[in-house]
């Protein structure tokens, strides 16, 4: 394994412990073979609304917002930090993206995955494949248990308001 190969792997060792908690090094060297490295400027957008994905990336540094698109205006809605996915469910579901992915300051690294890249590992590697796939399951349930969450903080704070005015919940 070359220095620079070997750095990387440490990085993601680092980084991605929930992801290579179930991998040994070697295991985690044969998966870096299938990615390739994007570095990010700041403010540079990594995937824009509307696009339909070929590609997803573990985020090995720095942070990626998450933003809401609404004309000229962006707000943010979320931040991936190291160790986590973006990009995933446009790349799963084959469906236009509904956020802008932006680097949240220079030197943001991410691991790209792109779809022919994903097709060999699920192939050549099918541990490290389901190893993946099962990481991947995680996030978006993390993500929907989060957005649950505050759906229901959302409805709590609406009916306690609507309640206080005199107005039936």
């Known amino acids: 394994m070359s220095k620079m190969n070997n750095g990387l792997v440490e990085q993601v060792k680092d980084t991605c412990q929930e992801f290579c908690a179930a991998l040994t090094d070697e295991e985690i ?8 490295i994007r570095e990010l400027g ?3 957008v990594v995937a824009d609304v509307g696009q339909i ?3 997803f990336y573990l985020v090995i ?5 998450l933003l809401q698109v609404d004309g000229d205006n962006e707000f943010e809605v979320g931040q991936i930090e190291p160790g986590g996915l973006v990009g995933e469910m446009s790349f799963f579901d084959h469906r236009p993206r509904t956020v802008r992915l932006r680097a949240r300051r220079s030197g943001v690294r991410l691991l790209e995955i792109t779809r022919p890249m994903y097709n060999r590992i699920r192939i050549e ?21 989060h957005l649950s969450d505050e759906n229901a903080k959302l ?4 009916t306690s308001a609507d309640g206080a005015e005199g107005i039936p919940a």
């Not at 060297?29 to 390739?36: D, K, N, Q």
């Not at 540094?61 to 917002?65: D, E, Q, R, Y």
Request: charged share 30%; net charge positive; hydrophobic share 35%.
């Open 61 to 65: 540094g720095g942070a990626v917002k």
């Open 42 to 44: 700041s403010q540079d």
């Open 125 to 145: 590697e099918p541990y490290i494949a389901t190893n993946l796939l099962e990481f991947v399951i995680r996030s978006l349930d993390s993500l929907v248990r």
């Open 29 to 36: 060297s044969r998966f870096v073979r299938y990615t390739r």
């Open 155 to 158: 409805h709590k704070q609406v």
């Open 53 to 55: 994905s070929d590609r």
